[in-house]
């Protein structure tokens, strides 16, 4: 076996790879760039090595560095991780050339499998199912237009060399092929450097459900069943699940000679996914077609890890090497029900934008690590640590795995709601309502599920004013006691010789001022009216948190306050009130309507409008890029653009003017 490897990556699935290789007593070396001098992958490595700027094109995507410092350290092989590098087929042959082992696929299959066009028409030779389509190389629009009415609408456009959702339009009629074709060459020459594509049937209610699948030197495969990625947003995975639901043991017989013939197809080696569509029809009829091959480990791993029981990575480790699969296909089995949740830096109720900050709380569920734990988390952050713009917006993976999928679903909710991240927008509050929504404890599963349940996933509140204005009084009570300490002299608890004694409390919630009074009684009891809501308050700190009880209701709840937020975490649901402070907001100046602001950290990456222009609520203004995604400002209101204050391609902090929009 390797006495020692290089990992090619950062964050979670660098600490990953790092934790099976110390298992299995091998020595690993970590790159980093300077965002991630103190991250977290850096100290579980044995070694590191510095390798650039904290932009990946100065650092991560350098593989020319990569390979300097697998030879200056003595590594004998590289393991890719996923994203980066992980697909690169000159970066696999840089290794080769280096006399270092490339942990995944040959180049060969990697360029094979890389452009979509291609290996449909590979896959098609395999005898693999493919979507009806166009897949040749011909890119006269005329062509594209005659091909996509023989195929019949809704079509799909995609960039041939795309992925992550970039260079995809869905188009439903004729009328409106031109300008989507247009616009999606323009995002493929953009994101790829190739503005090639190809046309497909629009499949109705698609799931998406992948095959893992894993090839040797010594022409074995096996596929290691059956991943259902359908939850998605942007066309990026916010949930997986093995097995599939519904998935009969014929169809998953069929997909999984169907993924291994395509494996065979490219003579791979490693860890890869094969990836469908799959079409639901009347009666619970599915059909599958190819979409497209990942030539690599992917992000939803641990859920197969779950249901099998295995170290995918050590398999990976072990295949490198050359030795043979470690099981035969007839020795894998399936056991229990296993689903991964990605949390992810950014806000649902604002289109997803990312998120970036530092984590103040990042308190976890008590979890384990690997093989078929209950609770599981894959991280590569601490607490104190900061989401920076440069890299992905995902946080952790949590994964959970049950005897069912009902258990499977409750111990999620649970492991969610022990979740608490206080210092930047995620998607956990988000996540509990998916997992709570009807298709989804259903399984009646597809890929516009959010779409289709948008009116309970967004925009939720779970606790209320009421609620949320109580544990914020409770935890301020409980902070004054314990500041106070045993000096009668500074108590604060409201007590006068005579009559009662009536606090004001003034918040924000939801965006909206809102007020509550908490009565300081002779007997010592509390009264609160919060809203319309009005009772008595008592409450009392436990190791859980605060055992709060107001108004015939009770709520155990974490409560932590970040500047004048208190961040409240509760099994019913997370929210946020922030408390005011009226002596400190005295006097404060009315907010300047006029500005338009960076909501994140990124570079501008150009202005759709100029000094003078007159615009209208809802008009786009800029496009700003971060964290690999762009994002549209749109004016607030109707204006006139008085000064544009950068540049496209100038780098701006969050908050940072943009430009100046007049009434």
Sequence with gaps: MFKKILIAN??????????????????????????????????????????????????????????????????????????????????????ADAGLVFIGPPPSAIKAMGLKAESKQLMEKAGV?????????????????????????????????????KGMRAVDKAEEFDAALASCKREAINSFG?????????????????????????????????????????????????????????????????????????????????EFIVEQRAGGEMNFFF????????????????????????????????????????????????????????????????????????????????????????????????????YDSMIAKLIVHGATREEALARLDDALAQTHIVGLATNVQFLRQVVRSPSFAQADLDTALIQREQAVLFNQEPLGFALAAAAAVAQTLTREKAAEGADPFSRRDGWQSHGVKVRPFEFEFRGEPAKAELTYLHDGALRLAAGDVSGTLSFSATPQGIDIRFA????????????????VFSRRGATQIVAIDLLAHAGEAAADTGRLTAPMPGKVVSFAVKAGDKVSKGQALAVMEAMKMEHTIAAPADGVVAELMYEPGDQVAEGAELLKLNA
Aim: overall charge negative.
């Design 10 to 95: 950062r964050g979670e699935i660098a600490c990953r790879v790092a934790a099976t290789a110390r298992r299995m007593a091998i020595k690993t070396v970590a790159v980093y760039s300077d965002a991630d001098t103190h991250a977290k992958h850096v100290g579980a490595c044995d070694e590191a090595v510095h390798i650039g700027g904290s932009a990946p094109k100065e650092s991560y995507l350098r593989w020319e560095r990569i390979i300097e410092a697998a030879r200056a350290t003595g590594a004998q092989a590289v393991h890719p991780g996923y994203g980066f590098l992980s697909e690169n087929e000159d970066f696999a042959q840089a290794c």
């Design 129 to 165: 199912p493919l979507v009806p389509g166009y897949h040749a190389a011909g890119q006269d629009p005329s062509l594209l237009k005659k091909e996509a009415g023989r195929i019949g609408y809704p079509v799909l456009i995609k960039a041939s060399a795309g992925g992550g959702g």
């Design 291 to 390: 979409m497209e091959m990942n030539t690599r480990l992917q992000v939803e791993h641990p859920v197969t890890e779950a249901i099998t029981g295995l170290d995918l990575v050590e398999w990976q480790l072990r295949v490198a090497f050359g030795e043979p699969l470690p099981l035969k296909q007839e020795q894998l089995r399936i056991q229990g029900h296993a689903i991964e949740a990605r949390i992810c830096a950014e806000s649902p109720d604002n289109n997803f934008l990312p998120a970036t900050g530092t984590l103040w709380v990042y308190r976890k569920p008590a979890c384990a690590s690997f093989e078929r734990a209950a609770v599981r988390i894959d991280d590569g952050v601490r607490e104190g640590d900061p989401i920076s713009p440069y």
């Design 194 to 274: 190739d503005d090639a594509v190809l046309i497909e049937k629009y499949v109705q209610r698609p799931r998406h459900i992948e095959i893992q699948v894993f090839g040797d030197r010594h022409g074995n495969y096996v596929y290691l069943f059956e991943r259902d990625c359908s939850v998605q947003r942007r066309h990026q995975k916010v949930l997986e699940e093995a097995p599939a639901p519904g998935m009969t043991e014929a169809m998953r017989k069929q997909m999984g000679e169907a993924a291994v013939a395509a494996a065979r197809a490219v003579n791979y080696v490693g860890a890869g996914t094969v």
């Design 552 to 567: 015939g209701r009770r709520l155990l709840a974490s409560v932590y306050a970040h500047g004048e937020t208190d961040h």
